[in-house]
């Protein structure tokens, strides 16, 4: 799946966010929520834009090209099994920033972590 393409789930789509500039206003103007494997922020989207969007960042600080690719399948993974149980709401750019701990982390581990942190961030739907 490359930049700006999306992926059905459960009848909503959820977009990749691939410009510099909705990164830094989330980091700016979000709201954040952040645990041992990841910060989660979420933006509200400007206007009355109906689809989810989905960054991440993983640095390179976290390793090499293998295990940055690996940390953000895993991240994803997680992201979506949460999406299919308790569907995300539209109209929210939300960044997914792994932290030093993700590198060795499973999807089991991450998916609690990032539940907990979208149903902080009132992200999914009740």
Do not use: W
Request: charged share 30%; proline share 3%.
């Amino acid at each position: 799946m490359g930049a700006g393409t999306s992926r059905e789930n459960a009848a909503m789509k959820i977009q990749t966010v691939c410009d510099n500039r909705t990164f830094q206003r989330a980091y700016r103007r979000g709201r954040k929520h952040a645990g041992r494997y990841v910060v989660v922020y979420d933006l509200p989207a400007k206007g009355s834009f109906p689809d989810t969007r989905l960054g991440l960042t993983v640095t390179k600080g976290r390793g090499g090209a293998v295990v940055r690719n690996r940390i953000k399948r895993i991240i994803r993974a997680a992201f979506f099994d949460i999406a299919k149980r308790r569907p995300v709401e539209g109209g929210h750019d939300i960044i997914i920033v792994a932290r030093d701990a993700a590198r060795d982390a499973k999807s089991t581990d991450i998916i609690p972590e990032l539940e907990l942190a979208l149903s902080a961030l009132s992200v999914l739907e009740r």
